[in-house]
């Protein structure tokens, strides 16, 4: 069974820096693309940043780029994202979630973690 | 960025109705479209992907259709667990890849 559990989420003043991790298991971690999306309290979803099967690539949203680093462990099966500089619109419940297929940049969602909560508060 | 745009922003209707939620895209995005259903606390599970296709699992009285730039997700005759909010989400495009606003679907 494919499961995806975030944490590192919390409460964290504004111009800080926090990391989440999402730890993989139920599939080969190091054959797919894994990506971050965020979502407000009662608003969207937002993707914010997602790095490849292979070759490491990363790519980002315009509003974290500079301030958010995505990465992975593919011998702990784990996705971190770096997350620095926090601002008061970072606040919102952080979804890892899978690639939909192995060794492809097929970047839809079938597998998703039940979110890490972070506030940015003074 | 390619926008996508839903409507209705919600959809008051009945179980056992017919329910039709769109999606339209700034630009081309093919067929590579997918649609998610979101429940209150729970994370997104995707329904549809590549416009038509059916994740696994995914009852048959849900389907998806279009191409390019409109986009069509229906659910034939509602069930009570359908009312929900739903999300669609393009990825011909990235970064960035981006979502609709939703559709929230409410019992009438």
């Known amino acids: 069974e494919v499961q995806l559990v975030e944490s590192g989420g919390g409460l964290v003043q504004p111009g800080r820096s926090l990391r989440l991790s999402c730890a993989a298991s139920?599939?080969?971690?190091?054959?797919?693309?894994m990506n971050w999306v965020r979502q407000t309290p009662g608003k969207g979803l937002e993707w914010v940043a997602l790095?490849?099967?292979?070759?490491?690539?990363?790519a980002y949203a315009d509003s974290v780029k500079g301030r958010f680093t995505i990465s992975r462990d593919n011998a702990k099966n784990i996705l971190y994202l770096q997350m620095t500089a926090l601002r008061a619109e970072d606040t919102a419940l952080y979804y890892c979630?899978?690639?939909?297929?192995?060794?492809?940049?097929?970047?839809?969602?079938?597998?998703w973690g039940q979110g890490a909560l972070v506030t940015v508060s003074s | 960025e390619v926008v996508l745009t839903q409507s209705p922003g919600t959809l008051s209707l009945s179980p056992g109705e017919r329910a039709t939620l769109s999606c339209r895209a700034s630009?081309?995005?093919?067929?590579?479209l997918a649609w998610y259903q979101q429940k209150p606390g729970q994370a997104p599970r995707l329904l549809i992907y590549?416009?038509?296709n059916r994740a696994t699992g995914v009852p048959d009285r849900f389907s998806g259709s279009g191409s390019g730039t409109d986009f069509t997700l229906t659910i034939s005759s509602l069930e009570p667990d359908d009312f929900a909010v739903y999300f669609c989400?393009?990825?011909?495009?990235?970064?960035?890849?981006?979502f609709g606003q939703g559709t929230r679907l409410e019992i009438k």
């Open positions: 989400q393009q990825r011909i495009t990235w970064p960035p890849i981006t």
């Open positions: 979630a899978r690639g939909r297929v192995a060794g492809r940049q097929v970047y839809d969602f079938a597998y």
């Open positions: 139920g599939f080969t971690f190091q054959d797919y693309g």
């Open positions: 590549d416009a038509f």
């Open positions: 630009q081309n995005v093919g067929t590579f």
């Open positions: 790095i490849t099967w292979t070759t490491n690539r990363t």
